[in-house]
């Protein structure tokens, strides 16, 4: 069994930064992939960032492309999510997400998630 536990959420002024762990237990395989999701009140979960298990291939949204980074230093079971140039519109609750079989873009995909951690950012 797979658990997934964010931090690093909080509140921060627009322009600014913040960094976000995912500290995973249980069996992973390579194949597997990890990434980040997040969903706004009112609106859909979506896809920020994925990374293969092994830490080879990394993917990005384009809303996030330049300003986040995804990375899973090699033997440490965390993922982390670098956040630069925060804007509002990137206020959300950040859920870490797990996917047994590669890296999706959809939610669906993913068979194990966090209880997410929120991030507020003001203008």
């Known amino acids: 069994q797979v658990q997934l536990v964010e931090s690093g959420g909080g509140l921060v002024q627009a322009g600014g930064s913040l960094r976000l762990s995912c500290a995973a237990s249980g069996r992973f395989f390579t194949n597997y992939g990890l990434a980040w999701f997040r969903q706004a009140p009112g609106k859909e979960r979506e896809f920020v960032a994925g990374?293969?298990?092994?830490?080879?291939?990394?993917y990005y949204a384009d809303s996030v492309k330049g300003r986040f980074s995804i990375s899973r230093p090699a033997a440490k079971n965390t993922v982390y999510l670098q956040m630069n140039s925060l804007k509002p519109e990137d206020t959300a609750v950040y859920y870490c997400a797990s996917d047994r079989d590669g890296l999706g873009y959809v939610a669906l995909d993913y068979d194990y998630w966090g209880q997410g951690t929120q991030v507020t950012v003001s203008s």
């Open positions: 990374v293969t298990w092994s830490g080879g291939r990394t």
